[in-house]
T-cell receptor, first 113, second 114 residues
């Protein structure tokens, strides 16, 4: 399968704990995006990378959130000191460049208890 | 920023009938409009897209139309089948140099009744 891969698929954590998610984009895709989706809503943009450079962050991305893409391939999204409001599906997408289609992974569903 | 509105929020059709989902956008500079299908517990799957230099695009039973003047675009599914049941999202991407992400509608839950 050469699609976008996300791990883990599900994560349950206690409030205050840190969590980290991983995204492996489609091979050779230069752009990688993170979105968050809450129940009954469409995905909301969090941040994106062009190769290893993080070029844009949404105001939704509080200082408890950090994303990296160290070698321009896979990316990680870390949430520190999780809050119940962080419970959502975290989606990763990749595209060849800005003008081409974005393909999404299956998402990581985070539940903060 | 861009604001995308989507209607209806739920839609039920009989198998074999057509389904139409409509979206409007606010940013006249937006130039790319994809549609995604999302099944329960899965990520959004791109099913069709249209760019602002085209008024209509068709792929088998799925078609999308774009009216740039009115700033609205629609998804048409003909001869619906039970496997078409899912949540459908429209999205728009701006045309400026700084427009790098998609803005999504709130989704339409389509149910095809066998």
């Amino acid at each position: 399968d050469t699609g976008v891969s996300q791990n883990p698929r599900h994560k349950i954590t206690k409030r205050g704990q840190n969590v980290t998610f991983r995204c492996d984009p489609i091979s050779e895709h230069n752009r990688l995006y993170w979105y968050r989706q809450t129940l009954g809503q469409g995905p909301e943009f969090l941040t994106y990378f062009q190769n290893e450079a993080q070029l844009e962050k949404s105001r939704l991305l509080s200082d408890r959130f950090s994303a990296e893409r160290p070698k321009g391939s896979f990316s990680t999204l870390e949430i520190q000191r999780t809050e119940q409001g962080d419970s959502a599906m975290y989606l990763c997408a990749s595209s060849w460049d800005r003008a081409t289609e974005a393909f999404f992974g299956q998402g990581t569903r985070l539940t903060v208890v | 920023g861009e604001n995308v509105e989507q209607h209806p929020s739920t839609l039920s059709v009989q198998e074999g009938d057509s389904a139409v989902i409509k979206c409007t956008y606010s940013d006249s500079a937006s130039n790319y409009f994809p549609w995604y299908k999302q099944e329960l517990g899965k990520g959004p799957q791109l099913i069709i897209d249209i760019r602002s230099n085209v008024g209509e695009k068709k792929d088998q039973r799925i078609a999308v139309t774009l009216n740039k003047t009115a700033k609205h675009f629609s998804l048409h599914i003909t001869e619906t089948q039970p496997e078409d049941s899912a949540v459908y999202f429209c999205a728009a991407r701006g045309g400026g140099a700084g427009a790098n992400n998609l803005f999504f509608g709130t989704g339409t839950r389509l149910t095809v009744i066998p």
